[in-house]
């Protein structure tokens, strides 16, 4: 396969035989880490659906320089766009969901602070973790193939981003699922359609609150469940991301 790297400066436009010097990090990368050599090819990605060949033609440690060799046409947009509201959750079960979300095709990702979270972020570790998932989702997108970078938002508190969807709405019908094991139907009977858009709300270890659950549903999230069994935080996103892909027939 060949190596994929993220540029998001690429120009507007970009024609064959264009050289670029990329940043000192992705030098090392390229050099140290994949130990690429001068005519090696890179595929580049611009997290906004375009995909660019290159060639690697000087293997500086501080400044390589590449030579574009082909511009593909932009890829198609995914036909259903899946949004995960995702409560925040301890250890590195975070950067799992993150990791596998994008590797499932989501196209945004909320991370969210609710009365049962485990894990307590002030503001100056909240933003050193969204930095942290912010590389991660880079890194999913360069190994899985995606073309578009899913945005990446949060922590916010749960009740917060809640009364930003009640402002939002604009009348018509929201494809908006809570994942509920308790709930009395299934994702798949739902009424799901497999176009437009889809949010998938996932509490944290402990659940979420009777008070936070009757909030989501008052503004129009149906509960849902993924079958019989009670799944964990970490599992039940990524089941039901994949469950909606293969109504979409992205699978």
């Known amino acids: 396969m060949t190596p994929r790297l993220y540029l998001p400066q690429l120009p507007e436009s970009v024609a064959a035989e264009l050289e670029l010097t990329v940043s000192r990090a992705q030098s090392h990368y390229l050099t140290r880490v994949l130990r690429l050599r001068p005519g090696d090819r890179v595929q580049f990605f611009d997290g ?76 100056e570790r909240a933003m050193r973790r969204l930095e942290h998932w912010q590389r991660i989702v880079e890194a999913a997108c360069m ?38 094991p308790q709930a009395p139907h299934v994702l798949s009977e739902s009424g799901l359609s497999p176009q437009g858009s889809v949010t998938l709300l996932v509490g944290p270890e402990s659940g979420l609150s009777d008070a936070e659950i009757q909030a989501a549903v008052t503004i129009g999230f149906q509960r849902v469940r993924i079958g019989t069994q009670v799944l ?19 699978y």
């Open 48 to 123: 906004r659906g375009r995909r660019i060949e290159a060639q690697l033609i000087s293997d500086e440690r501080d400044a390589c320089r590449l030579r574009m060799t082909s511009v593909e046409a932009l890829s198609p947009a995914p036909r259903v766009s899946i949004c995960l509201a995702q409560c925040l959750a301890t250890g590195d079960k975070m950067d799992w969901i993150i990791e596998k979300a994008v590797e499932l095709g989501v196209s945004r990702i909320v991370t969210l602070k609710a009365e049962r979270c485990q894990l307590r972020l002030d503001a």
């Open 143 to 180: 190994q899985s193939g995606q073309d578009f970078l899913p945005q990446l938002d949060g922590p916010i508190a749960l009740t917060d981003w809640l009364s930003t969807l009640r402002t939002d709405q604009t009348g018509t019908t929201q494809q908006w699922r809570l994942l509920d």
């Open 232 to 250: 964990r935080t970490e599992t039940a996103g990524l089941a039901a991301i994949a469950a909606v892909q293969t109504l979409a027939g992205a």
